[in-house]
């Protein structure tokens, strides 16, 4: 069969599964309210948690670092691509997240494939839940140590993994908040487990920083955990941050490791320097604006609350992220669009992103979103009529 001819035919096949993914344009900047096709709609599906994206500081910060340090870091960090402003929020990330180091990378997904390499081979094992973000999946499968998925947050089952397996080193990973059904992996059990049998914890903390913990450090401040508990932190800068990338803050001999053998660190080009000025003022203010995190968890109760009494059975989740679960994917397709046409944005997460069955909208809030807009949401659920 032609290539082209297979490539036609795998495509199809996806329309027909309900499963085709295609792109919309926003004509306007990210916010709880954006511009598609000349329609204005009220945003539930961004990352943008604490509405940092477009905030007027974070934007002039982003001017004032292109105008002094140019548009692009013009090559990798190991040649001459680490400038001034990385090495400033890299500083500026490790004394927020109690660290002795943190190093940056170019994208989160970046970030999880280099370590998991750099610090696991053949002969190792690395132990993974179910419902890990597909980097840390890839992550690995590139180690090329074995890989055992344990059922999800189930910390029983890992016990029983963790026992079976000797020889090589063993490291345990984790999404801290997990991004299609913002539930929380259970931290300080699997904490215990790695101390219990010499393994290693590494937590992405992708959609838990800037929002858990009064000071916005994420779900390890949740649990009070401490980074003997959990040596391997990474977080992104382009989700409660407001702009891109991503670090691993660690101990000193970890990022020096990372710095010598993590290969999507060393061969790829540092992120702009602007895009680090600009982050060092988001990071100021996800700890200054403690008022973000709080409207935050106040719109969400408002929005179960209203949920509990459409008859919607929601998850536990007490983070920005609610998944209403619908099945299918043709019938979260269609209330998406549903939702469209009253003004609403929210996309349909269909598998492979999450299992079979499991087809659902991803409502996510954020702190500028105001409670009329969250009302709307509930009005346009009961006017959909979707089924809970």
Same mark, same amino acid.
């Given at each position: 069969?032609?290539?082209?001819?297979?490539?036609?035919?795998?495509?199809?096949?996806?329309?027909?599964?309900?499963?085709?993914?295609?792109?919309?344009?926003? *004509?306007?900047?990210?916010?709880?309210?954006?511009?598609?096709?000349?329609?204005?709609?009220?945003?539930?599906?961004?990352? *943008?948690?604490?509405?940092?994206?477009? /905030?007027?500081?974070?934007?002039?910060?982003?001017?004032?670092?292109?105008?002094?340090?140019?548009?692009?870091?013009?090559?990798?960090?190991?040649? #001459?691509?680490?400038?001034?402003?990385? /090495?400033?929020?890299?500083?500026?990330?490790?004394?927020?997240?109690?660290?002795?180091?943190?190093?940056?990378?170019?994208?989160?997904?970046?970030?999880? %494939?280099? $370590?998991?390499?750099?610090?696991?081979?053949?002969?190792?094992? $690395?132990?993974?839940?179910?419902?890990? /973000?597909?980097?840390?999946?890839?992550?690995?499968?590139?180690?090329?140590?074995?890989?055992?998925?344990?059922?999800? #947050?189930?910390?029983?089952?890992?016990?029983?993994?963790?026992?079976? $397996?000797?020889?090589?080193? !063993?490291?345990?990973?984790?999404?801290?908040?997990?991004?299609?059904?913002?539930?929380?992996?259970?931290?300080? !059990?699997?904490?215990?487990?790695?101390?219990?049998?010499?393994?290693? %914890?590494? $937590?992405?903390?992708?959609?838990?920083?800037?929002? %858990?913990?009064?000071?916005?450090?994420?779900?390890?401040?949740?649990?009070?955990?401490?980074?003997?508990?959990?040596?391997?932190?990474?977080?992104?800068?382009? !989700?409660?941050?407001?702009?891109?990338?991503?670090?691993?803050?660690?101990?000193?001999?970890?990022?020096?490791?990372?710095?010598?053998?993590?290969?999507?660190?060393?061969?790829?080009?540092?992120?702009?320097?602007?895009?680090?000025?600009?982050?060092?003022?988001?990071?100021?203010?996800?700890?200054?604006?403690?008022?973000?995190?709080?409207?935050?968890?106040?719109?969400? =109760?408002?929005?179960?609350?209203?949920?509990?009494?459409?008859?919607?059975?929601?998850?536990?989740?007490?983070?920005?992220?609610?998944?209403?679960?619908?099945?299918?994917?043709?019938?979260?397709?269609?209330?998406?669009?549903?939702?469209?046409?009253?003004?609403?944005?929210?996309?349909?997460?269909?598998?492979?992103?999450?299992?079979?069955?499991?087809?659902?909208?991803?409502?996510?809030?954020?702190?500028?979103? #105001?409670?009329?807009?969250?009302?709307?949401?509930? *009005?346009?659920?009961? =006017?959909?009529?979707?089924?809970?």
């Amino acid at each position: 069969m032609a290539l082209i001819e297979m490539l036609q035919q795998n495509l199809a096949q996806r329309h027909a599964a309900n499963l085709y993914r295609q792109r919309q344009v926003l *004509d306007s900047p990210q916010g709880v309210v954006v511009e598609v096709d000349g329609r204005r709609y009220v945003n539930f599906s961004s990352n *943008d948690y604490l509405g940092l994206a477009n /905030h007027p500081e974070v934007v002039r910060a982003f001017r004032a670092g292109a105008a002094q340090w140019g548009v692009g870091s013009g090559a990798a960090h190991l040649v #001459t691509g680490h400038q001034a402003p990385h /090495h400033a929020l890299e500083e500026e990330l490790a004394e927020f997240t109690g660290r002795s180091r943190a190093l940056l990378f170019s994208t989160g997904y970046m970030a999880n %494939l280099g $370590v998991v390499s750099a610090l696991l081979g053949r002969g190792d094992t $690395v132990y993974e839940d179910r419902l890990n /973000h597909a980097s840390l999946v890839d992550a690995g499968l590139l180690s090329r140590a074995r890989l055992r998925r344990y059922r999800h #947050t189930d910390a029983t089952q890992l016990h029983e993994q963790l026992a079976q $397996v000797c020889g090589g080193n !063993k490291l345990i990973v984790t999404d801290g908040v997990f991004s299609m059904d913002g539930d929380l992996a259970p931290l300080p !059990k699997l904490a215990h487990l790695a101390l219990q049998h010499g393994a290693w %914890l590494m $937590v992405d903390d992708a959609h838990g920083l800037g929002v %858990l913990d009064k000071m916005g450090r994420g779900s390890l401040a949740h649990y009070q955990l401490n980074s003997t508990q959990v040596p391997v932190l990474m977080g992104t800068l382009g !989700k409660a941050f407001g702009t891109f990338g991503a670090f691993v803050a660690g101990s000193e001999e970890l990022i020096e490791t990372l710095i010598q053998q993590a290969r999507s660190y060393i061969y790829t080009t540092a992120l702009p320097p602007a895009v680090a000025e600009a982050t060092r003022t988001s990071l100021r203010l996800v700890q200054a604006e403690s008022w973000r995190r709080e409207k935050l968890l106040s719109l969400v =109760t408002r929005f179960r609350t209203g949920a509990a009494q459409l008859g919607h059975n929601l998850p536990v989740s007490e983070t920005p992220i609610q998944p209403l679960l619908l099945g299918d994917a043709a019938n979260a397709l269609q209330v998406s669009q549903r939702l469209r046409e009253a003004g609403i944005l929210i996309s349909a997460i269909r598998p492979p992103t999450v299992p079979e069955g499991s087809a659902r909208l991803r409502i996510t809030f954020c702190a500028e979103h #105001t409670e009329e807009q969250v009302d709307g949401l509930l *009005d346009a659920l009961a =006017t959909c009529r979707v089924s809970p």
